[in-house]
């Protein structure tokens, strides 16, 4: 099907900026092997940038055509989130002792939901690595599961660099730019949590993210509906 005059446009300035936004990134790179040690960080932070806005740029897109990408749970089973979220640290395990970082889990309750256990561990591996990625070397990671109503409360929370009020307005937006960094040069990823919050939903559920501003650390805390 032809694009509409009103979707030509948008794809022309999609591609138009897309273009803009590669050869900057191709001209960081050219500069690096002749650059010094602090002015490569610069470059490479500057590349960074132009990918994430790219990328970001394509997010855009596909939400103003109006993509559905939200994910489908078609055959939802009994779901214990205390294991799940078990086998998700030991999942990143290599991650942890890589950095020192200590994991204080209090799993002991036994909670069911209703839904897909993969698509959840791979939400809780999300906050885990989110944790990991934004604290120091040595600090604890703490996760815990609880009853709360007709919920099933699951929290994570870190001692980190912590989020500002601009960063924790976009934490969860796709490839959004933002200013904190992670602290052992690890990839910033910038599209897993909207992803976590997106398999939240699919589940019924809801995350949110909590932070009382830089250096204070984050929380993120799950909740999904109890069978």
């Not at 690096?32 to 040690?37: E, F, I, L, P, R």
């Not at 602090?38 to 055509?65: H, N, P, T, V, W």
């Not at 909670?111 to 040595?138: H, P, W, Y």
């Not at 990839?187 to 250096?215: D, F, K, P, Y």
Request: proline content about 2%.
């Amino acid at each position: 099907m032809k694009a509409s005059a009103e979707q030509a446009e948008r794809l022309h300035r999609f591609a138009h900026d897309l273009r803009n936004r590669l050869a900057a990134m191709q001209q960081a790179i050219a500069q690096m092997a002749d650059a010094k040690a602090e002015e490569r960080a610069e470059l490479i932070a500057f590349a960074e940038e132009q990918y994430f806005k790219a990328m970001r740029g394509s997010e855009q897109l596909l939400d103003d055509l109006a993509v559905d990408r939200a994910p489908v749970i078609r055959d939802p089973q009994p779901v214990m989130l205390n294991e799940v979220a078990q086998r998700a640290i030991n999942a990143l395990a290599h991650r942890f002792e890589r950095k020192k970082q200590r994991v204080d889990a209090d799993l002991s309750t036994s909670i069911t939901v209703q839904g897909d256990a993969r698509m959840l561990e791979d939400l809780i591996c999300a906050l885990l690595s989110n944790a990991s990625k934004f604290s120091a070397e040595g600090k604890s990671i703490a996760i815990s599961l609880a009853r709360e109503e007709d919920n099933a409360v699951l929290s994570v929370v870190d001692h980190g660099i912590g989020l500002d009020a601009d960063d924790l307005a976009q934490v969860f937006t796709r490839y959004a730019v933002l200013k904190g960094r992670s602290t052992n040069g690890e990839a910033q990823g910038r599209s897993t949590l909207a992803r976590a919050r997106q398999w939240a939903a699919a589940h019924g559920g809801t995350l949110e993210a909590h932070s009382g501003g830089a250096g204070t650390g984050a929380a993120f805390t799950l909740r999904v509906p109890l069978s």
